[in-house]
């Protein structure tokens, strides 16, 4: 498509990432011609903040760049050539909740992870399966780049809901690894070729040296120095054991702390969970959000404040505009991806989802092959597949009894009564944002199931 | 081989189950001429007592055979027909200590499932594949019906590292099923057809009528009416959700308690570890044990006394008959096995082993294809299958980040330091069973580690 | 359904072997209360002298029922409990016409291999998705039990793309194999087991014995003492090399041996076609048929002619009465069957069409888990399958890039010219009963292409 | 291994290959130091020549290298970085008995294709398993570039049985097309991306523009227009069907020719083998090795004549070259090789060769994963595959049932006693080079077959 000016349309184009993602596109140099911040009413206020702020950006580059303000999606969707989503339905109050009734129970409250992210899910895949509809009416060629969150099952719901072929997933993951990994062995990252597979917050990587030599385990030995490893900010540091990693010959993201490492996890959670003073992550990230948004309301700002570094999602537009810019002008830049699988992870079906290392150019993600797993990182990855699969169709079902099989098989949910009254007080407490399981909340609410965290249950009262 | 006279080698000939096991024998009228109980020399004295009874049985039937006992494996094993295995490593003392040990963690303790479960195929895979490396030598024609725990581990070890096909691996929980479930909707077993699939202790079933109509859901209903479902004497009988099992539209084994259920069948059995009067399944089983071979010594007893039926393994000996028969007289009967998967879940690779429906005749088990499962049950599946090839390995190389990443990827065992340090005091305690681990165990003593659980800390110096 | 009185439709009642159905249907005592005998216009006559004699057949027997005799499908459809399928779409002229095109061009002329078959299955799978459109309508209760060739093909095509469950499709060749290979060991069927594996007229077997021995080399080696092996009468006795049953220790049906020794079978296929006094099989097939039908106008003839024996369906009806009674009374019976895979064979998705051992009972076929295939059994397989794919695909979207493809592929036609040729000769010639090729076809005849073998040309020019 | 002064062993240094191989590697400037050229006693004086020519160029270029001859293989292995293959069991009289003996019956006789291309593997496979066994002892870490043919076959082959990783199969047909299909439709190399994925000499490509559109259709389109295609010398250049082509969506390679219109391609190679004064290719070809031979020796010329570039395997060098530049550098460069397919290929197990599209670097191929293919390309691909798995084995057991296997699946030799009597004469006629098919061909012998074609015949009694 190279040539032609481009039109950008952000779906949450409110969030505080967006002057990132305005940074990464000035950055790029690509002929943009106009962009479109979309919010909804209740992000207005937010929207025309950052959305000056965004012109302010545009304005002092060397570029002629038009920034569009909307409530009216359809209107911004319009002819667009790349359209990015960043949007989070039920806004951070929802994520209070995804992490607080959890937590209320003694398990793991995190938004893309665990009864968190199955609901953070539950409400996000109508909203983007709608957009895909308005898509295919009013940009039908246009790219989908996703990075809300969780950008692996939004994913797989797109291509196998919305039957639509032109989206890609992001996640800042892999950046953050290949930025600080090589200096643990005092290499830059054009020095090393990073291989990773596996899902959404949920995959592993090799890493290789310009010998061809596997780097992976004498790398992974120095995770354990104590130096920066690219964890992000949201992820509390815990070391992973180093028998497994040895065994496994590949180093594990970030999250997988959850999974190898759910006891300090969860008891670290359940210590900020405790103390007022620190709260949950989404609280936490509420206030430096405040923060932000008095940063941007500065009128003489014209480029990203430091600060928004130490959100969770640093780098995230910044692959999502190398992801635009491989398309546009057909790089094929090796970049993780959220597509589908191909036969690159063998151990799952050709069809499904999978986050890998790929070539994206104009034609969209290329995986890489990446072959069979060991027996237990594929037993792992057929796990939480399934899990997704069960996740992406109740949620586009309402089907209760496969949202309690999520919960039941998800291992970070321990199994039983307490389970099941976490996705019933989710449920109703994200009621609003639920109209496919309506029916069974209502059930639930006759039962008079009582939300157990006070500040989730007050939240919900207000109609928050 | 219809016709020749059989001989039968018993493997842990002293256990407890024998006289079922020689119930099912005269029961099915085979042409046995003789059988030889084989056990150790800790196990001598039960092993003569159960010999006597075992005589006795046979004198006072129709067939003339003679039961020999022996401490030489190698005795037994020379020409033999069929070679049964219901030998315990370690005894019940190790079955303590499975149990204990995890529980004094706050995690479940069962002797084949989590991490009991993986310690018993620790101890218990180099054992038969010594036993069948003497087959291969002594009577390389004979099939070997292994009742040993954890089944489905031991006949995937037989195939893959023993290099040994004529291998059945059984277990009772389908019979159970079988018996009870009919009663459910006032039919008889002949009216239904089952039709199992999964794993040994982790299967799912399907019924179907004389009508060729799945009545799966139906009887699913009629399980919460609270009668006698045919769970396992072993196994706390707590109900499974019923939107669980309506979605999935098959009945799970009792043992996927432990896993849809886990946090009330581990309040359950924490009330038993901390009660002193109960104990430990383990140490009810040692009670029953004790009154059991009270019943064997008495001279006039020359039948399998009521009382024997009380144990978890309740009908295993009558599977273990009817394969042998079908075997010998190639009646092609449909039994539920541990064999090699071929095909009939789709969701695995062909060459592992499962635990289906099968016809079983002379030529061994041809498993009925049951096909792809739905999401949920195939992300359980393929997790489970991985962990087990993961214990596999590790019970054969000694592999101990192996081990880890079993322990880590086990439903039943909170991943983290816990895990670890279960894993840890296990292998001290099983130290005298686990040669492949001497090293890593070595290193351990070194380290100071003690065992928490009073009980099995004593019995550990004492060298039980 | 066992117990209730039984409604039959036969589609293409009229065809001679009706009788052996109703004589198999006597033999088995099913509670039979009407057969209704559908047939079209044009086989109206056939119709009425075969439903009469069936109808004597009834008579004589000790059940009482009726046969009735109907041109109109849906009459007899409406609360049907069985439907099986006979008909041939374009009669035995049809059959003419598909052997001899290609053999005017040097090629295999057979009416379920090669570019025959490849037409009988453009012909008769939109028919067979029609009477499946009506079943859901009149009779959705009932199984569908197909004996129309190609019957793989039409069974793929039933559950692929008419989205119906209850079919099982049969063919009377391992039955012919089942009475014959014990012999050369001078055994009986009881005392061997076989095992069916492939697809329909393209399986291969393995035999068992009591003892569970594999005895497929020692019965294979038996084939080449010149006795009778069981092949059908439609195929000419060439043996196979010897190497080669020796190398895959399975033994080929019939059929392959247009795909082992395709030379020798084109040679004599070349001679009869080029013999005016034998013709083609369908020419042959055509006289048979007048004579049977001159016998069975004998309004004293109140059983099944001997004569219809020599015909190469032999034994088809048998296989269709077994099934039939064996879902009727749930017997579980093994039988050789064309139902979904679902593992069977690992070598081939799970959800395709494959011919194997499976029980049959009232909830339809379970196929046997047969395992993976040597390298080139395998790639046979799936080439024919893929073949097979092709073709069904080609029958319902009329795409002819797709027949072509599916005859270039085929291994009983040489690809180049001379394919595409055959190709678009049998379009023309097969007219009036391709209506999905229409367009292609007024095409070809607007290019003047003109059938070279003067009978088919002529045939086609009256309109036959 | 940037930086490291290379040394290189060229296997079959004495072939005419060699000045292209100079060539590619004086323009890559990589740092080397040697170049052994590596031939047998036959060979030698070609070796001569061509060595003398090589170091000439050397002499020409700005770089100082030694090209060293010898007849000791594990003096030229001992140290090397790369080896390099390029040689001819039996030499081009070995080619002719492969072209001449299928010929002689009528069928497609071709170096990699067909009978011939199956005896070329059995005398290839057990020479390179000997070179890498050398390999494991005196290079352990160079790389093995492979451009012998079968190319496909023999990567298979070192993979499978050599059990050794680093080795990439080479073809040169991928450049052709990539060189001349941009010229259809006016652009250049740069403006398009191809992916190619299948066998060796058995692959189809796609085609997508810089703006990420499938153009494969529309540049198929054009290749019917007479231009150039890229087909190489060696192939005769009949038409794909233009149906066929639109409905596979890809376009194939040159050698599909012989799959998809095998009577046009045999015409002209019976054609070709009945005329004296062509001859086989082989025949031709040898005349053309004479003419550049005599080039060679012109102690004037120092570089790389034109008429190389007639061959059939132009741009074969250039392919190795840019592979070994891809490796030393880790360039990471796109290039089509024979590697392990780790799920690139759905459709075939991720463990086996395929010939795709990979990023090539230091650690060698990761193949783009390609995704299912549509079941007629399906179907091809499985067939081949597994032909090649039969051929493989054969080769290096020399199991002459599976050769005939081989024979009979392979679509370019017509089945029944001509594929018997082929294989045999083959046997025969390549004696001195199949010591695995030793025994079975003293048997031949014994049993008086005689080589029908006279040239053959002939060359075999002089012991040629």
Same mark, same amino acid.
């Given at each position: 498509m190279e040539g032609k000016p481009i039109k950008i349309a952000t779906i949450g184009g409110g969030s505080s990432y967006t002057p990132e993602l305005m940074e990464g596109l000035i950055k790029r140099g690509l002929p943009i011609k106009e962009i479109w911040l979309v919010d909804i009413e209740e992000g207005k206020e937010k929207q025309e903040i950052v959305g000056r702020l965004a012109q302010r950006m545009w304005d002092a580059s060397p570029y002629q760049v038009d920034v569009h303000l909307t409530l009216d999606r359809r209107e911004a969707l319009a002819g667009a050539d790349f359209v990015t989503t960043q949007f989070r339905v039920g806004l951070l109050d929802a994520r209070v909740k995804d992490e607080r009734i959890p937590l209320s129970y003694g398990m793991v409250g995190q938004e893309t992870n665990g009864a968190g992210g199955i609901f953070k899910a539950f409400r996000t895949i109508p909203v983007i399966l709608d957009i895909v509809k308005d898509m295919k009416e009013l940009c039908p060629d246009a790219w989908l780049i996703n990075f809300t969150n969780p950008s692996g099952m939004l994913t797989e719901s797109v291509l196998r809901y919305g039957e639509w072929e032109k989206i890609i997933g992001l996640c800042n993951l892999s950046v953050g690894v290949m930025i600080n990994e090589p200096k643990l062995v005092g290499k830059s990252m054009e020095e090393l070729n990073f291989r990773f597979a596996g899902l959404n917050h949920f995959q592993w990587h090799k890493i290789y040296d310009k010998k061809g030599t596997d780097v992976t385990r004498q790398i992974a030995e120095r995770?354990?120095? $104590?130096?920066? &490893? $690219? &964890?992000?900010?949201?992820i509390f540091d815990v070391e992973f054991f180093r028998e497994q990693i040895a065994q496994m010959g590949m180093i594990p993201c970030g999250y997988h702390r959850y999974y190898y490492r759910q006891d300090e996890m969860l008891a670290h959670m359940l210590e900020e969970y405790r103390d007022p003073k620190t709260g949950t992550r989404a609280q936490q990230v509420k206030k430096t959000e405040e923060e932000l948004f008095a940063l941007y309301q500065d009128p003489m700002l014209h480029e990203k404040p430091e600060q928004l570094s130490r959100r969770g999602g640093a780098n995230y537009s910044d692959v999502a505009c190398e992801t635009i810019a491989s398309i546009y002008e057909d790089r094929n830049s090796p970049i993780v991806v959220s597509t589908r699988n191909n036969g690159a992870l063998p151990d799952l079906p050709p069809d499904c989802v999978v986050e890998v290392s790929a070539l994206v150019g104009a034609a969209g993600a290329v995986p890489f092959a990446f072959g069979p797993l060991p027996p237990a990182e594929r037993g792992w990855l057929q796990l939480m597949k399934n899990m997704e699969l069960c996740v992406c169709e109740a949620a586009v079902t309402g089907d209760y009894g496969l949202a309690l099989q999520a919960f039941l098989m998800n291992p970070l949910i321990p199994s039983g009564d307490r389970a099941k009254r976490v996705l019933d007080e989710l449920l109703i407490a994200h009621k609003k944002h639920l109209p496919q399981f309506a029916e069974k909340i209502a059930l639930l609410e006759k039962e008079g199931i009582e939300i157990k965290d006070d500040l989730v249950r007050n939240m919900t009262r207000q109609g928050l």
């Open positions: 995770l354990y120095d $104590g130096k920066d &490893t $690219g &964890t992000p900010a949201n």
